[in-house]
């Protein structure tokens, strides 16, 4: 089957509603706006992915720490910027009588930020690595929709206090680093790209964003790294004493990693007209072992699947279905529906042959193994699943940019749900015209890579300053 | 040293907020009542019992799903028992016109409920069992206290559906169980009480609870468990189609373990005067080395210190503290009030016998092993703190349960920070009159065992109905 031809990129918005609801993922039934319930699939590959990037936090030298939902309205409003980005889209809880206004977490500077000004005395508190995996709540006044634009947004914020700018700007790279590894081991691609200004953090001195693709075309903002620069510190009034005795402001970072966004970009990267495919880090079941039972061979068939089960159980997340009231053709649809990497089929024939029959869920590519060679051949399997999804992913991604010279080529490449490569001259009211005619958005230029520009403005036609990505979003 | 010269049993307070800051537990500067900072020894104490909890969970065939924060006023005020006892407590937030009033968490009930309607069709999706781990609010009007009594609540919920009453019984007992294995694991004792009927749960046919011990008498709810009948069910329209084909209503429980309140216990029942001691289970620093450095013998030192640590790190979280800043008595010291399990100190007579000195935080004895023993000698060690420690804290439990006839009696076990066993007629008027004259609530009778009265009620001298534990209580 063609990719074009794919169910998900003629119609995203129906196999995507529909694949979450039967995959178990999320339901999106609960009658407030916004809010998703999470099933045992959905929250299962949250906290895998929670685990992955936690590790690498932890590697890197960031604490783990918890800090409240709300805020004070003083707090909040300390740093100007910062409370103009996000004020309209906050939600407020009002206490009882003689009691303050408290301001539910859109993002959590504004929360720690006066810790660290408790916390930070000298050089030697710094740097300051701190992170947590919560949840932020953003009243937003687009349309919802489920995963993708949510109001409870599950995901992990990290902060950091430096000496000196230029250990932000490393910390900055590091950040980044530590995105793309693990954005890696989900076989999710992206483009890196610096915002521009007129889209940057609330507060910010500069935002890098990493946009996946979609199969819509819409790309999928899964994380951002700002670099605060004084700003931050300056509102809440953070200083240390430097090595020489003086005083001094640190410098800061912060950076956000969308789970529920990164799931979404698990689903709609890897899924297919048969449901989810899943990356063998996060898939709840990673082999599913099936026995096509025949009459009077139950017992020998049922045996020789718990034997291969307690093979495979040590290394991986294995389920036996040995239902008895489905088919295993039901079976085969059901968990090429839930997306486990590997289904393994036990028949009278494996039996006698001591082998086994394996298939891949992302090819669904069939091969026979002995037995003797199980363990090494999943292995080998697991890896390249992981590798070939990976690389697919970037595949697709290269294929949906296109260069485009002008407003009538970005259309273009738009209509056809691609990424459109422009030259610009810096302007914003290039951009709003962009906007206004194409309906895309000028995400910014590459931060990974140099990309000069050559030519002039695709809008204006004057000298052109950058090259950037234009599309659609989420 | 006796226990009742303990600094925790002469001044809980100051003891015990001290060495929340000191050993970075919690800050509780945060300029927002009853809302805590986590620092990351308490982060990630609160991160194990979680995972402990969790595991125990799974293993009875618990899903984990994540629900919203909040729910609609519609929803909060379905059933009548629940809303009158939450209503005065939760914190609502008031969304742009238009848009209705929502309610944030104080338990989930209200939000789970009307998901399980749509999800429960017939007896085939019964037992129902889902879980939690999220915070979760409640605006005490009372004092707040750290980790005992705060508006931000981290906490895991269990809730479950049952065909049949028996089942729901049966439900409560394996909550009963798990909790019991949980807190085994952290050391922690415990009376296991079914609350009276003016007590019990908002909605609930009955509660039982898990009072923990305190050293300064007032006894710490840790966990409850609710059979609730079918009172939610008829509130929140959940049937389900029986095996003959008729419809029923099923019975529900549902059950809550306070991850704060654990760790306060941890803390408290455990700690000296020197600071925390904590279980082998949850210590974020489970072993810590520190070498006793000669002049001209550093690098040996350290060579042996590394070979140390190389040896015990595949089984345990260890540290090398080879700081060159700070002597090894302050070392001693600050590792002393982290609570770390094991102290292994190595010094020139260390290197030469082949042997390393093992101090153990709980009871401060020192031994030396020669490290042919090492691993065996530590795993020992290890499982006696995690026994000790369990013994230790029932036979506190014990010591501080006195009978009392009368009120006069109670007043006097109370003041002297025990808890009181003592006939009750069953009548709320004597449950009231104790609280007014003695300050001490009637907490219930035993769940777990079976205790008949044999004589009258200590307060009106009527005949006794049943045999009670009062308490001072957070």
């Known amino acids: 089957m063609s990719v074009s ?79 103009k980005g996000f004020s309209k889209e906050v939600f407020v809880i009002n206490q009882g009588p003689g009691e303050q206004k408290l301001i539910v977490r859109p993002t959590s500077e504004t929360i720690m930020y006066p810790m660290f000004k408790l916390w930070i005395r000298s050089h030697a508190d710094l740097p300051l690595k701190v992170y947590q995996s919560v949840n932020v709540y ?28 230029s250990e932000a700007e490393k910390q900055v790279k590091e950040a980044m680093e530590i995105y793309q590894s693990v954005l890696k081991s989900l076989g999710i691609s992206y483009l890196i790209l610096k915002r521009p200004d007129f889209d940057k953090f609330a507060g910010a001195v500069y935002s890098i964003a990493f946009d ?17 620069g004084r700003n931050f510190a300056r509102a809440y009034e953070i200083e240390f004493e430097k090595k020489d005795g003086s005083r001094g402001t640190p410098h800061q970072t912060c950076y956000g990693f969308g789970f ?62 040995d239902r008895e009231d489905i088919t295993p053709g039901e079976k085969f649809y059901q968990w090429e529906l839930l997306g486990a990497p590997i289904r393994i ?42 590798s070939d999804l990976l690389e697919k992913s970037w595949k697709t991604l290269r294929a949906l940019i296109s260069d485009a010279k002008n407003v009538e080529e970005v259309k273009k490449v738009l209509r056809n749900r691609g990424i459109a490569r422009v030259e610009w001259c810096g302007r914003i009211e290039c951009a709003e015209k962009l906007k206004e005619e194409a309906k895309g958005e000028i995400r910014g230029e590459r931060y990974d890579i140099a990309e000069a520009p050559v030519g002039n403005c695709a809008i204006c036609g004057e000298k052109a300053k950058s090259v950037v990505y234009v599309a659609r979003a989420y």
Request: aromatic share 8%.
């Open 5 to 83: 031809a794919m169910k998900k990129f003629e119609n995203f918005s129906n196999w995507f509603d529909d694949l979450l609801l039967k995959a178990r993922i999320v339901d999106n039934r609960f009658p407030v706006k916004g809010f998703l319930i999470y099933m045992e699939h959905g929250a299962y590959i949250l906290d895998e992915i929670k685990k992955l990037l936690e590790a690498e936090l932890e590697k890197a030298g960031h604490k783990k720490m918890y800090f409240p939902l709300v805020t004070s309205e003083e707090l909040f409003g300390k740093e100007a910027e910062h409370i």
């Open 260 to 321: 529920s966004r990164v799931l979404a970009a698990i689903i709609a990267q890897h899924g297919d007209d048969h449901g989810l495919v899943l990356p063998p880090t996060v898939a709840p079941t990673q082999i599913v072992i099936i026995p096509i039972l025949f009459k009077g061979q139950e017992k020998q068939m049922h045996e020789y699947s718990v034997k291969i089960k307690d093979m495979l159980s040590p290394k991986w997340r294995v389920v036996l279905d």
């Open 212 to 228: 996946a693709w979609n199969p819509d075309g819409k790309v999928n903002q899964v994380a951002t790294i700002h670099n605060l």
């Open 138 to 165: 953003r009243c937003e006044t687009k349309a919802t929709r489920a995963l993708y634009r949510v109001r409870e947004i599950p995901w992990n914020e990290a902060h950091t206090v430096h000496e000196s700018p």
């Open 345 to 386: 089929e036990v028949g009278p024939r494996e039996v006698v042959e001591s082998s086994v029959t394996i298939a891949r869920r992302d090819t669904l590519e069939r091969i026979t193994v002995r037995l003797n060679d199980l363990i090494n051949e999943v292995a080998r399997l697991m890896d390249a699943i992981a």
